[in-house]
């Protein structure tokens, strides 16, 4: 069986959440027996989708990559006005809008649609990799007799776009992360061909971790919370600074907090914040098992792989309440606690820092967790049990 993977951007030095997620399940799909390729762009960042890797393919990590030029950059300024006007909850504005607003948000790459066109006949299926690019939005559905879809939807301003309502209707099957996910597909989109399965992701624990290696790589002293993704403001990262300074200077002074990823919004200047930028998947794992908690202010998150990651090297989790995924994590899990506003994010973290026996309560609860559900040999079965499914449902039922 020969399959297309179909990402806007991939590559070991990417970390988005749905680009991670992709790498993971080629690299252990490519084990079995499959053949996969991914199909994405030559774009290392998401913010201007610039044209970084060389066209053609190559070989990651043992998986076939077949790269295609972005057409142009995203004009960020341009784009942020349109996405005020077409993502505003009053709906006060045109499909053209819309169609002009998924041009603009990316990256814009024909030469990869016109390859699914001319190409699909070679592959037995299409699995697209979140719902909001172009990649996706534009690909899926020329292939879509082909096309699986893995959304990463979440409760987010784009998601209620009407393009979307046929959209999410074109594939034969939409495979879901979460539970909360799921639920939230199914209400948005009554036509969906919702998946019965969670499949979730593989999460496996390092074959060691070292906190003081982190510690003293990046001449951190002291203890310290930790946040590890993207540094953006939709991301939840404005608000937690402003928690942060605050608990900083009421409850504790010594305490740190440290960013590690790619950061794209100002963090200010203060004694007791480090940002470390983006670190190597070794480095974030010692980090996790150096941190006292792992902070994730999120509120639009689909699966949150650093949560469980963060758990298997038994490290609790304190979560913002409106992020419904991340706090079902806690409760079925019992191994975080969550937070809604300034007073339970201090009242939170100061029980979490002062109790190192809730801490290693937590701790223990999200590893078992997540070892029990959250294992490659589980959701790589799922995945060729679906597979199956939607080849064999043809009429004919074969492969290429």
Known sequence: MKVAMIVQRYGPEVNGGSELLCRWVAEHLSKRDLDV??????????VAWNNEYEPGVSKVNDVSVRRFPTDFPRDIDDFSKLSLRV???????????EAVW??????HCDSLVGYLRDHAAEYDLFVFFTYLYYTTFKGLPVVADKAILVPTAHDEPSIYLRMFDKFFS??????????????FIERRFSTARVYGEIFGVGVDRPESVSADAFRRKYGIEGRFIVYAGR???????????????????????????VFIGTQVMDIPEHPNIVSTGFVSDEDKHNALAAADVLIMPSKFESLSIVTLESWLVETPVLATAESEVVKGHCIRSNGGLYYLGYEEFVSCLKMLLDDAGLRATLAANGRRYVEEKYTWNVVE?????????????????ETA
Do not use: W
């Open 37 to 46: 390729e991914v199909l994405t762009t030559c774009a290392k960042d998401y």
């Open 87 to 97: 993502l505003h909850p009053s709906g006060r504005h045109t499909d053209e809008e």
């Open 102 to 107: 998924m041009d603009k948000q990316g990256p």
């Open 170 to 183: 074109l594939p034969q099957a939409i495979v879901c992360n979460t539970v909360e996910e799921k639920e």
């Open 231 to 257: 540094i953006d403001e939709s991301k939840g990262c404005l608000e937690l600074l402003t928690f942060f300074t605050g608990y900083s200077r009421s409850v504790d002074p010594e305490i740190k907090l």
């Open 381 to 397: 079965e799922k995945y060729l049990r679906l597979f199956a499914e939607v080849v064999g449902a043809r009429p004919g039922g």
